[in-house]
């Protein structure tokens, strides 16, 4: 069985003293769950600070973004050693708006894996096809193509160590949503297409987080089908009382 996995997107939300405070209040309000795995994700600046505030509680820390580079010339980027002593246990990769915004490509994603996985840092990585993919019936060539080559040099033991998280970015911020059951069907996908290039055993293992506006009002439904694994959450992350409720769905 797998253990579902709730993690906040916190995005480019928050101050330090605003983020010490969601935690804060986040902390209280989960504190004796123990049947799903809370992490909450908050700005670069605020990683030490959160850390600090959920040592020792049932609330890890994670990171938005790293770089594959340990240290040198590159400016504005942050590595992953840094996030790990800063009190980060996982990292987000390969985000929408990442891709979208910022030229993160399949390329760039396997990059940061790799150094992620192999320095300790536990990764969530992103994958997810857009409203034009959809409508021309490509999910899954998009989708595969994404798993294909993001998660390309894996061993079987290390996609077990990596969390996925399905986003339908035609989901995310436009009205729109997917049915559980259209999520449940790129889930299966997903799953079904690691049995190929790894094994069953491999597939069965991996957690796949559904990342397509998850609420209170839809995570049951979501998290009762058999290949959805839990939330990435982004607006619902930004209030501890929504985000307690995901938690204890």
């Not at 021309?136 to 193509?145: C, D, F, H, L």
């Amino acid at each position: 069985m797998r253990t579902p996995v709730i993690a906040g997107n916190w995005k480019m939300n928050k101050t330090v003293a605003e983020a010490v405070a969601l935690a804060s209040e986040i902390k209280e309000k989960v504190a004796g769950v123990e049947n799903v795995k809370i992490i909450v994700c908050p700005v670069f600046t605020a990683v030490k600070s959160v850390a600090d505030v959920l040592k020792g509680t049932n609330v890890k820390v994670g990171a938005q973004d790293m770089y594959w580079e340990t240290s040198g010339a590159y400016t504005g980027e942050v590595s992953g050693e840094m996030l790990m002593e800063a009190g980060a246990e996982y990292v987000i990769i390969g985000h929408s708006e990442r891709r979208q915004y910022f030229g993160e490509t399949n390329e760039t994603v396997n990059k940061k894996l790799k150094k992620a996985l192999s320095i300790g840092l536990k990764p969530i990585v992103c994958i997810g096809e857009t409203l034009a993919d959809r409508e021309a019936g490509t999910t899954e060539a998009v989708v595969g193509k994404q798993v294909k080559e993001g998660f390309v040099g894996l061993t079987a033991e290390e996609m077990k160590g990596t969390i996925i998280a399905y986003e339908p970015v035609w989901a995310i911020g436009t009205g729109k949503t997917a049915t559980a059951e259209q999520a449940e069907a790129v889930h299966a996908f997903v799953r079904n297409l690691i049995a190929q290039l790894w094994d069953k055993e491999t597939a069965d293992a991996v957690i796949i987080q559904y990342g397509g506006s998850m609420k209170p009002e839809n995570v049951a439904s979501l998290l009762a089908q058999p290949d959805i694994d839990g939330g990435l959450i982004g607006g619902a992350a930004l209030k501890a009382d929504s985000f307690e409720k995901l938690v204890k769905f």
